[in-house]
């Protein structure tokens, strides 16, 4: 307990905090300041007392990120704390994406008081409707101007209210998604003080709350088919809220259709594929790249006019966004486009799309010819990737040209450079169901999304934007609350040099916070090399590419993990991937795999 006289800010801090953690979060992610000092002394004590999780960063815009990827494998927002001015700018990339992905956020913005808006006050500018576009609720709190001794006065109330009310809108109101609210809190000296008795303690229910599950079909006596499925499927995604007066669209079976999962769809978009019978297009990062329906080399087979230019019909879950051609397929106006409302912003890529908060299949014949054409067309174009095994006659020939032949031929095997295919296949490998599997915005998740096959992983990417903003900071989130409570698994990020590079501010850990399981792979090819796949490369000189697009760079990334505390390892063949990736992970790793241009 603080000694010292009572603030208003400090029992204003004291409701706010209390309640949200009374109404479920249990990770709070601070960046120091002055003007916050009462909302970080007042997480600090709730920390001590067990009741929440603190994480410590001193970038906002890491701080926002961890939030997010929190928010992401949990489905319960964070509470992100920072001071005023330039400190609550930083948090608007985190923000953004977490409005279009819809994930839940809960910002909470210091401020000076408003008299000292636009007055040349220090470090004051104009914070509130910072983030109007993308906030689900937003709110300038009047400035704290009591204490309270027993936590009944009319400003403690508010104060609760407003929690109350920012909690349930980040998780999502009525049909809006979940997404970030804004909470503004002005204050004045002084800005600190005793913390107040009525401070919520620790209590045998105190555990942290059980976060939604991941979606799964509803139950529904009215559905001949059985079951119904709803978009917002993702990792820790919260099922999105069916309306009681919007009813479940039922799909006939007949309608040449297929399934595309995008981003966050999760299993519900399998399950869905499975009961119409119909083909599943489904994107790396959506968790539904599994199943018997799963088509692989999509991108060819839905430019193919006897596949894709025969479609009638598209359900769609989640977010799309690794190929031109399912964008494309999406925005014909003679494909009817079922979108199952998920947690990010409604698609309508076409101008005639249906939404449905849940959709089932009707009774009626499936097209067994349709889906039959797709998945001979997926088997011929499967890439197998797996690894030569071992000649083992050879070796253990008494025929010392055919065993010395044979050596060779695995030596070879074992020396061959990784290259970007066996790369993300190594990682794909390695990753199990009690992992989590992060992908950055780079070259390498296109890459993966073009040559992985089937596999029921967990698999988080922010594809709500698809900036390269945060992806470190994100991963470090979903590490961090996959792993609470010592629960087994390892978190991998597979990305880019440049995107690492943007975000290596996030490397920097307090020492007193739990380590995280974390292996962070960087592919390295020293620049932007996503961009010798788009049109630009065709038209720009090489000077101009390298000098404003490709962005090389030589950064030693072994003396960076030195810096920051971080194990280091250099890969270069695919046996040494697959021995760091399946050691046991005590703790940060951050592994470099050199790859060509």
Same mark, same amino acid.
């Given at each position: 307990?603080?000694?010292?006289?009572?603030?208003?800010?400090?029992?204003?801090?004291?409701?706010?905090?209390?309640?949200?953690?009374?109404?479920?979060?249990?990770?709070?992610?601070?960046?120091?300041?002055?003007?916050?000092?009462?909302?970080?002394?007042?997480?600090?004590?709730?920390?001590?007392?067990?009741?929440?999780?603190?994480?410590?960063?001193?970038?906002?815009?890491?701080?926002?990120?961890?939030?997010?990827?929190?928010?992401?494998?949990?489905?319960?927002?964070?509470?992100?704390?920072?001071?005023?001015?330039?400190?609550?700018?930083?948090?608007?990339?985190?923000?953004? $994406?977490?409005?279009?992905?819809?994930?839940?956020?809960?910002?909470?913005?210091?401020?000076?008081?408003?008299?000292?808006?636009?007055?040349?006050?220090?470090?004051?500018?104009?914070?509130?409707?910072?983030?109007?576009?993308?906030?689900? /609720?937003?709110?300038?709190?009047?400035?704290?101007? $009591?204490?309270?001794?027993?936590?009944?006065?009319?400003?403690?109330?508010?104060?609760?209210?407003?929690?109350?009310?920012?909690?349930?809108?980040?998780?999502?109101? *009525?049909?809006?998604?979940?997404?970030?609210?804004?909470?503004?809190?002005?204050?004045?000296?002084? @800005?600190?003080?005793?913390?107040?008795?009525?401070?919520?303690?620790?209590?045998?229910?105190?555990?942290?709350?059980?976060?939604?599950?991941?979606?799964?079909?509803?139950?529904?006596?009215?559905?001949?088919?059985?079951?119904?499925?709803?978009? !917002?499927?993702?990792? !820790?995604?919260?099922?999105?809220?069916?309306?009681?007066?919007?009813?479940?669209?039922?799909?006939?079976?007949?309608?040449?259709?297929?399934?595309?999962? !995008?981003?966050?769809?999760?299993?519900?978009?399998?399950? /869905?594929?499975?009961?119409?019978?119909?083909?599943?297009?489904?994107?790396?990062?959506?968790?539904?790249?599994?199943?018997?329906?799963?088509?692989? *080399?999509?991108?060819?087979?839905?430019?193919?006019?006897?596949?894709?230019?025969?479609?009638?019909?598209?359900?769609?879950?989640?977010?799309?966004?690794?190929?031109?051609?399912?964008?494309?397929?999406?925005?014909?106006?003679?494909?009817?486009?079922?979108?199952?409302?998920?947690?990010? $912003?409604?698609?309508?890529?076409?101008? %005639?799309?249906?939404?449905?908060?849940?959709?089932?299949?009707?009774?009626?014949?499936?097209?067994?010819?349709? @889906?039959?054409?797709?998945?001979?067309?997926?088997?011929?174009?499967?890439?197998? /990737?797996?690894?030569?095994?071992?000649?083992?006659?050879?070796?253990?020939? %008494?025929?010392?040209?055919?065993?010395?032949?044979?050596?060779?031929?695995?030596?070879?095997?074992?020396?061959?450079?990784?290259?970007?295919?066996?790369?993300?296949?190594?990682?794909?490998?390695?990753?199990?169901?009690?992992?989590?599997?992060?992908?950055?915005?780079?070259?390498?998740?296109?890459?993966?999304?073009?040559?992985? !096959?089937?596999?029921?992983?967990?698999?988080?990417?922010?594809?709500?934007?698809?900036?390269?903003?945060?992806?470190?900071? %994100?991963?470090?989130?979903?590490?961090?609350?996959?792993?609470?409570?010592?629960?087994?698994?390892?978190?991998?990020?597979?990305?880019?040099? @440049?995107?690492?590079?943007?975000?290596?501010?996030?490397?920097?850990?307090?020492?007193?916070?739990?380590?995280?399981? @974390?292996?962070?792979?960087?592919?390295?090819?020293?620049?932007?090399?996503?961009?010798?796949?788009?049109?630009?490369?065709?038209?720009?000189?090489?000077?101009?590419?390298?000098?404003?697009?490709?962005?090389?760079?030589?950064?030693?990334?072994?003396?960076?993990?030195?810096?920051?505390?971080?194990?280091?390892?250099?890969?270069?063949?695919?046996?040494?991937?697959?021995?760091?990736?399946?050691?046991?992970?005590?703790?940060?790793?951050?592994?470099?795999?050199?790859?060509?241009?």
């Amino acid at each position: 307990m603080s000694i010292g006289t009572h603030a208003p800010a400090t029992d204003a801090a004291a409701a706010l905090l209390g309640r949200l953690i009374e109404s479920g979060v249990r990770h709070i992610v601070l960046s120091p300041g002055s003007r916050s000092q009462a909302l970080a002394l007042v997480a600090a004590e709730l920390e001590a007392r067990g009741l929440v999780h603190l994480h410590v960063r001193i970038d906002e815009r890491v701080a926002g990120f961890t939030a997010l990827g929190i928010g992401r494998e949990t489905g319960v927002p964070a509470a992100v704390i920072c001071t005023s001015g330039t400190a609550a700018a930083n948090l608007l990339p985190a923000a953004l $994406e977490a409005h279009h992905a819809g994930v839940p956020l809960v910002l909470l913005t210091a401020d000076r008081p408003p008299e000292l808006r636009g007055v040349g006050a220090n470090q004051t500018t104009r914070q509130p409707g910072m983030f109007a576009a993308c906030a689900r /609720l937003e709110a300038d709190l009047p400035v704290p101007d $009591e204490t309270d001794a027993d936590g009944a006065a009319d400003q403690t109330a508010m104060v609760r209210g407003v929690a109350d009310d920012a909690y349930a809108a980040s998780l999502g109101w *009525g049909s809006r998604p979940a997404g970030p609210v804004h909470l503004n809190l002005p204050v004045r000296e002084p @800005l600190g003080g005793a913390l107040p008795h009525w401070l919520p303690a620790r209590t045998d229910d105190a555990a942290a709350t059980t976060p939604p599950s991941e979606s799964a079909p509803l139950e529904d006596a009215d559905d001949v088919s059985g079951a119904l499925y709803q978009g !917002g499927g993702g990792i !820790g995604q919260a099922d999105v809220p069916v309306d009681a007066d919007d009813a479940p669209l039922l799909l006939a079976p007949g309608p040449r259709t297929i399934v595309i999962a !995008g981003a966050d769809a999760g299993p519900a978009a399998e399950e /869905l594929a499975h009961r119409g019978s119909w083909p599943l297009v489904a994107e790396i990062v959506s968790g539904a790249r599994f199943g018997r329906n799963l088509v692989h *080399g999509y991108r060819a087979l839905l430019r193919d006019p006897e596949l894709g230019g025969r479609v009638e019909r598209a359900v769609v879950f989640g977010h799309p966004t690794l190929s031109r051609e399912a964008v494309a397929l999406l925005s014909r106006p003679d494909v009817e486009v079922v979108a199952v409302r998920g947690p990010g $912003e409604p698609l309508n890529l076409n101008g %005639t799309t249906t939404a449905a908060g849940a959709v089932g299949v009707a009774a009626g014949t499936a097209d067994r010819d349709w @889906l039959g054409h797709w998945l001979r067309a997926s088997r011929a174009a499967s890439v197998d /990737l797996t690894p030569p095994a071992p000649d083992a006659d050879g070796l253990a020939s %008494t025929e010392p040209a055919e065993r010395l032949g044979a050596i060779a031929a695995e030596l070879s095997a074992i020396r061959a450079p990784l290259d970007r295919e066996s790369l993300v296949d190594a990682v794909w490998r390695a990753t199990w169901p009690h992992d989590r599997l992060m992908f950055g915005s780079s070259r390498l998740v296109r890459v993966a999304d073009a040559v992985l !096959g089937g596999k029921k992983v967990p698999v988080h990417a922010n594809r709500g934007l698809a900036g390269i903003d945060g992806t470190v900071a %994100t991963a470090l989130g979903i590490a961090l609350a996959s792993q609470s409570d010592a629960v087994p698994g390892v978190t991998r990020l597979l990305l880019g040099d @440049l995107a690492f590079l943007h975000d290596v501010g996030a490397l920097l850990l307090p020492p007193r916070e739990d380590e995280p399981r @974390l292996q962070v792979i960087v592919g390295n090819d020293g620049g932007g090399t996503i961009f010798d796949g788009l049109e630009v490369a065709a038209v720009a000189s090489a000077d101009a590419m390298d000098r404003v697009l490709y962005t090389p760079q030589t950064a030693r990334l072994e003396q960076l993990a030195t810096a920051y505390g971080w194990e280091y390892q250099r890969v270069t063949t695919r046996a040494a991937l697959d021995q760091v990736l399946t050691s046991p992970v005590g703790g940060r790793q951050l592994i470099e795999v050199p790859l060509p241009r």
